[in-house]
């Protein structure tokens, strides 16, 4: 299922930047626990189906919250349908994944790939105790596309004003968070309006669906984009394999 709207009349205070609209998906595939051949497979398939310039995935959506998944590099060779799907469709993909580093640290990351490869965006900041063989990252992190400035966050970090106040002194158009939450008890809704309110930017959240791993037997779905104001954009329901999609319009 894809839902979607075209949003006008939102603007960046004090952004001189001539841009064209973004569109924007956020995506809560199935995933295979484990499986990061099929799960890139799967990603792929979003891609295509998405019909957006960035599309955003889940929290370790490479892999399911499975904590004790062997992490991955970038030149990993399963990530190649990836790469062809974003080359294919002109898309910026947002991905998490457990992510070794040159000296052997773990690292819960989102990475980017287009259909010049894979890099590493962000690694997470404020990791739960949980996740104890995860080091944290070093600090926020934006990524810019088409002159939009994409702020990034992975779950947890989006319970810390810090952590948006810190990324919104780089300059962010949107704030961009891959989650997961309990069907029971989903934070995302909140924190993303509070995120809207405090910096005046747009905020689209991918969170899992279904069962994933990691205790998490029903994830939460509603992955969301919300605007300034606070108001949703478009909003997946609670099922694995929705896709909500917004325009922003500078």
């Given at each position: ?174 704030y961009v968070a891959s989650v997961l939450d309990h069907a029971h008890a989903p934070h995302t809704p909140e924190r993303a309006r509070r995120v809207a309110a405090d910096r005046g930017v747009w905020v689209a959240a991918a969170s899992y669906a279904g069962s994933t791993g990691g205790g998490f037997d029903q994830a ?31």
């Open positions: 299922m894809t839902t979607g709207c075209t949003c006008d009349g939102y603007s960046i205070a004090g952004s001189a930047v001539e841009r064209s609209p973004l569109v924007i998906a956020v995506a809560q595939p199935p995933i295979v626990a484990y499986d990061v051949a099929a799960n890139a497979a799967q990603h792929a398939a979003v891609v295509r189906a998405a019909d957006a310039r960035v599309v955003v995935f889940p929290e370790l959506s490479l892999t399911g919250y499975q904590l004790d998944a062997p992490a991955i590099t970038t030149g990993d060779p399963r990530l190649h349908a990836l790469v062809r799907a974003c080359a294919e469709t002109g898309t910026l993909a947002l991905v998490g994944a457990p992510l070794w580093d040159e000296a052997g640290h773990a690292f819960i990351a989102t990475l980017a790939v287009d259909g010049g490869g894979v890099r590493v965006a962000y690694r997470k900041v404020h990791v739960h105790e949980s996740e104890e063989r995860f080091s944290p990252g070093d600090g926020p992190a934006v990524v810019e596309v088409d002159g939009w400035r994409l702020g990034l966050a992975i779950c947890r970090d989006t319970r810390f004003a810090e952590h948006d106040a810190a990324t919104a002194e780089l300059g962010m158009d949107v939460a779905g509603g992955s969301a984009v919300w605007a300034p104001d606070g108001t949703v954009l478009a909003e997946a329901g609670p099922e694995p394999g929705a896709i909500a999609r917004a325009t922003l319009h500078p």
